[in-house]
T-cell receptor, first 114, second 115 residues
Framework: AQKITQTQPGMFVQEKEAVTLDCTYD???????LFWYKQPSSGEMIFLIY??????QNATEGRYSLNFQKARKSANLVISASQLGDSAMYFC???????????FGAGTTVTVRA | KAGVTQTPRYLIKTRGQQVTLSCSPI?????VSWYQQTPGQGLQFLFE???????NKGNFPGRFSGRQFSNSRSEMNVSTLELGDSALYLC??????????????FGPGTRLTVL
């Protein structure tokens, strides 16, 4: 079964606007970590933000914030004030306490328009 | 602190050949994981090394192997290359193994093309 689902294959956003990337996950482990990565066309996977399953508050890192809704098993990434350099593929990933690897979603391509 | 480095960045090989990819983790990181990324299959876990021991292996044939050295640097080897092995191979390092809160930091990847 798919552990991470990203339903938006591609999105367009206007520069300086906010964009929300959807991510839902499936796990029966009570302990897990959720990660978002950015992959520009160069290929490198850049870590953006982390949310632990026991974290009470939503994680934030600069212009990135994670909207964590545990009961809905949702971990949406919000990018505020989009910049042209934000154009990339974004991956949601999960690491469970009883697993050893990152399980990735299919990714969402974001294109920022000037 | 320097990031994860991978060499070479690009490789072109022909079917039947073998290839070795190298990964140097962030200083102080002892766990190295390898992932294969293809348009069709997405990102798939290959294996994880910690303290020179392979801790876990993904669902890949035995043609895919790896090792880790005492300085935590890691290599992966693919023998008898097939066209389907064409992919971006990403290496990731983290402080320890088996900690779900531990962030994996990725290198720039090695893009392998098999002709």
């Amino acid at each position: 079964a798919q552990k991470i689902t990203q339903t938006q294959p591609g999105m367009f956003v206007q520069e300086k606007e906010a964009v929300t990337l959807d991510c839902t996950y499936d796990t029966s482990d009570p302990s897990y970590g959720l990660f978002w990565y950015k992959q520009p066309s160069s290929g490198e996977m850049i870590f953006l933000i982390y949310q632990g399953s026991y974290d009470q508050q939503n994680a934030t890192e600069g212009r990135y914030s994670l909207n964590f809704q545990k009961a809905r098993k949702s971990a949406n990434l919000v990018i505020s004030a989009s910049q042209l350099g934000d154009s990339a593929m974004y991956f949601c990933a999960m690491r469970e306490v009883n697993d050893y690897k990152l399980s990735f979603g299919a990714g969402t391509t974001v294109t920022v328009r000037a | 602190k320097a990031g994860v480095t991978q060499t070479p960045r690009y490789l072109i090989k022909t079917r039947g050949q073998q290839v070795t990819l190298s990964c140097s983790p962030i200083s102080g990181h002892r766990s190295v994981s390898w992932y294969q990324q293809t348009p069709g299959q997405g990102l798939q876990f290959l294996f994880e090394y910690f303290s020179e021991t392979q801790r876990n292996k993904g669902n890949f044939p035995g043609r895919f192997s790896g090792r880790q050295f005492s300085n935590s640097r890691s290599e992966m080897n693919v023998s008898t290359l097939e066209l389907g092995d064409s992919a971006l191979y990403l290496c990731a390092s983290s402080l320890v193994a088996g900690d779900y809160t531990d962030t994996q930091y990725f290198g720039p990847g090695t893009r392998l093309t098999v002709l």
